[in-house]
């Protein structure tokens, strides 16, 4: 297949360097007035919007930003107890099964942002609420400049019900997981399990793949990249992975994607230092294998649990 067939149009790759471009400032604005802290909750802000910005109208996008601004600051308020933090993932989770009625998908990252808070910044609720609100919002006027917009995918009220409850369940193991295991980088682990566990079953599958196969040669990529390339050219590298990470969500290409979003988070994680990047892939390449697995995991118990249903129903077994 050729080359082309995978390269972004290039009016897609001018948008998203608009995108980037755009995203910097009030990432920078918020860097200089309040610290690295709120420039990180503007970021997170808008990297949850990009999941659900497509496929809803303004007004429920606007209602997505704001559960995403409350569960990171539900995730501070409870960082410093574990029975309320698993409290406030169930209740995360359960909030997925309304957005699921209108489009499957669109607010995936609502538990991994309130274990991501409760980790990263303990204590300072409002601060991150209006800092990952602002990132919302700029994802959300950006969309309606360009005009993205995509076929909503509802799920129905069973299936959005029981992938709610599924991903509580998981949610909840991993945050014991790492909470009793002392796992690196846990909530790379729920981040993975959010982004690539929906209510169909054939693409959860096919996300576990794509986002294996992705992270993988991100890691790859981003390994190499530091051991050759000094720090200032791998930052600008960062940037370019970063150009092309919303270039691939936009077509969208899920294999791609992950690549590229792999390596910006790596290169910038890590700032470009070669032992911090290698260590830091072995973290990211673990703890998606985990997601990931729990996520097919998740799957086949659900499919057990319909087959049964329609059995006891007195129609056709779950293919």
Same mark, same amino acid.
């Given at each position: ?20 471009s ?44 704001? +559960?995403?601004?409350? +569960? ?6 409870v ?25 499957v ?113 991100? +890691?790859?990529? +981003?390994?190499?990249? /530091? ?11 960062a ?34 230092? /070669? ?8 973290q ?7 997601g ?28």
């Amino acid at each position: 297949m050729p080359l082309s067939r995978h390269l972004p149009p290039p009016k897609l790759f001018g948008t998203s360097v608009a995108a980037v471009s755009a995203a910097v400032v009030p990432v920078g604005v918020a860097w200089w007035l309040a610290g690295s802290g709120a420039a990180q909750s503007v970021y997170l802000g808008m990297v949850f919007m990009t999941v659900a910005v497509r496929r809803l109208s303004v007004a429920e996008q606007c209602w997505v930003g704001l +559960a995403a601004g409350a +569960a990171a600051a539900a995730g501070t308020l409870v960082s410093v107890s574990l029975p309320g933090l698993l409290a406030a993932v169930v209740v995360a989770c359960a909030a997925q099964w309304a957005f699921n009625r209108r489009s499957v998908g669109v607010a995936a990252l609502l538990p991994s942002n309130l274990v991501l808070y409760s980790v990263t910044a303990p204590g300072e609720w409002w601060h991150v609420a209006l800092a990952t609100w602002l990132g919302a919002a700029v994802v959300i006027a950006l969309a309606a400049v360009v005009r993205l917009r995509v076929p909503p995918e509802p799920a129905p009220d069973e299936d959005a019900v029981a992938h709610a409850a599924a991903l509580a369940c998981g949610c909840v193991l991993l945050v014991l997981a790492t909470h009793a295991f002392g796992l690196p980088r846990g909530t790379w682990a729920v981040l993975t399990l959010c982004l690539v566990f929906v209510p169909a079953a054939g693409q959860t599958r096919t996300l576990v793949l794509w986002r294996g196969l992705g992270t993988a040669a991100g +890691a790859a990529v +981003a390994v190499a990249v /530091a051991a050759a390339a000094p720090v200032p050219v791998c930052l600008v590298l960062a940037a370019v992975a970063a150009v092309l990470t919303v270039a691939y969500a936009l077509m969208p290409d899920d294999l791609l994607y992950a690549a590229f979003l792999t390596a910006t988070v790596l290169l910038l994680f890590s700032s470009g230092r /070669a032992p911090v990047t290698t260590e830091l892939a072995l973290q990211r390449l673990e703890m998606t294998a985990l997601g990931g697995a729990l996520a097919i995991f998740l799957t086949l118990a659900v499919g057990v649990w319909a087959g049964r249903r329609r059995r006891g129903r007195g129609g056709p077994p779950t293919p």
